[in-house]
């Protein structure tokens, strides 16, 4: 983690940077309306300040429901919208029978290694890639899907993390 150097002041900040910590944690507890074939978003995060030198762990956790057999989903955290860059992705997640579901926990570590901080949203998003099934992420009160954002240390110490731009 980062170097502490002679002098240097205590701030709430520093002390921070020396343990991982949530930045961000936003959470569903409905299902999502259905999906046919059009990546939409499930859920979006406040704003989030990606401080420049630091590295992230993205984590999607939820749970993804179809009414057929065979049906496939991919799930993301893209930011700011359905078009934006991909930090996170299932690829294609299979859900083999009708009426069933797949659990995905799904996480990425992403960096800032610019030198200026960048502020987005995030967002999660699902698809239904073939099939012809109804593709919805299940969720309810007690079983959430989330999308959670924790600082986790230096950008340098995650070489080749997935860059936020």
Same mark, same amino acid.
């Given at each position: 983690?980062?170097?502490?150097?002679?002098?240097?002041?205590?701030?709430?900040?520093?002390?921070?940077?020396?343990t991982?910590?949530t930045?961000?944690?936003?959470?569903?507890?409905?299902n999502?309306?259905?999906?046919?074939?059009?990546?939409?978003?499930?859920?979006?995060?406040?704003?989030?300040?990606?401080?420049?030198?630091?590295?992230y762990?993205?984590?999607?956790?939820?749970?993804a429901q /179809?009414? !057929?057999?065979?049906?496939? +989903?991919?799930?993301? *955290? $893209?930011k700011t919208? &359905?078009s934006?860059?991909?930090?996170?992705?299932?690829?294609?997640?299979?859900?083999?029978?009708?009426?069933?579901?797949?659990?995905?926990?799904?996480a990425?570590?992403?960096?800032?290694t610019?030198? /200026?901080d !960048?502020?987005?949203?995030? +967002?999660?998003?699902? *698809? $239904?890639?073939?099939? &012809?099934?109804?593709?919805v992420?299940?969720?309810?009160?007690?079983h959430?899907?989330?999308?959670?954002?924790?600082?986790?240390?230096?950008?340098?110490?995650?070489?080749g993390?997935?860059?936020?731009?």
């Amino acid at each position: 983690m980062g170097t502490w150097l002679s002098g240097m002041r205590v701030t709430a900040d520093r002390l921070n940077d020396n343990t991982p910590h949530t930045v961000n944690y936003t959470s569903i507890t409905a299902n999502t309306p259905n999906n046919t074939g059009t990546e939409a978003v499930a859920l979006t995060t406040a704003s989030i300040t990606f401080r420049a030198g630091r590295a992230y762990r993205i984590t999607f956790k939820g749970l993804a429901q /179809s009414s !057929v057999a065979n049906d496939q +989903v991919t799930v993301r *955290v $893209r930011k700011t919208n &359905t078009s934006g860059d991909v930090y996170v992705d299932s690829f294609r997640i299979p859900i083999p029978t009708a009426g069933g579901n797949f659990p995905f926990y799904l996480a990425n570590i992403c960096a800032n290694t610019g030198t /200026s901080d !960048v502020t987005a949203v995030l +967002v999660g998003t699902y *698809v $239904r890639l073939s099939g &012809t099934g109804n593709t919805v992420l299940a969720a309810t009160t007690t079983h959430v899907c989330y999308v959670e954002v924790e600082d986790i240390g230096d950008a340098g110490d995650f070489a080749g993390a997935r860059a936020i731009v």
